[in-house]
Nanobody, 124 residues
Framework: QVQLVESGGGLVQAGGSLRLSCVAS????????MGWFRQTPEKEREFVAA????????YYADSVKGRFTVSRDNAKNTVTLQMNSLKPEDTAVYYC?????????????????WGQGTQVTVSS
């Protein structure tokens, strides 16, 4: 069992930055691929970024590539999403998720555990 708690969301102007964190409970965090997803009332939950268990490989949606960076600290059971050059279209509830899988997957249904989400609002 893994419990995930996100933090770091908020209101920021376009062009600004935010840093989201996700802290996991449990001793097996280092074995999970970790993903970040986002969702708005108008859209289904969509993949944003993922990082493999070792942290050696990262993956990004085209819409955030070059602006967002995902990282993890397995000693602290933490995964982080650094978001720069934010745009109004990045406004969403952001979720972290854990996937017992080697590699990464972009489909929300593949992930085993989810956090409660944190709101990110980017004003124009």
């Amino acid at each position: 069992q893994v419990q995930l708690v996100e933090s770091g969301g908020g209101l920021v102007q376009a062009g600004g930055s935010l840093r989201l964190s996700c802290v996991a409970s449990g001793r097996t965090f280092s074995r999970y691929t970790m993903g970040w997803f986002r969702q708005t009332p108008e859209k289904e939950r969509e993949f944003v970024a993922a990082i493999t268990a070792s942290g050696d490989n990262t993956y990004y949606a085209d819409s955030v590539k070059g602006r967002f960076t995902v990282s993890r600290d397995n000693a602290k059971n933490t995964v982080t999403l650094q978001m720069n050059s934010l745009k109004p279209e990045d406004t969403a509830v952001y979720y972290c998720a854990a996937d017992w899988f080697t590699g990464y997957r972009i489909y929300p249904g593949s992930y085993d555990y989810w956090g409660q989400g944190t709101q990110v609002t980017v004003s124009s």
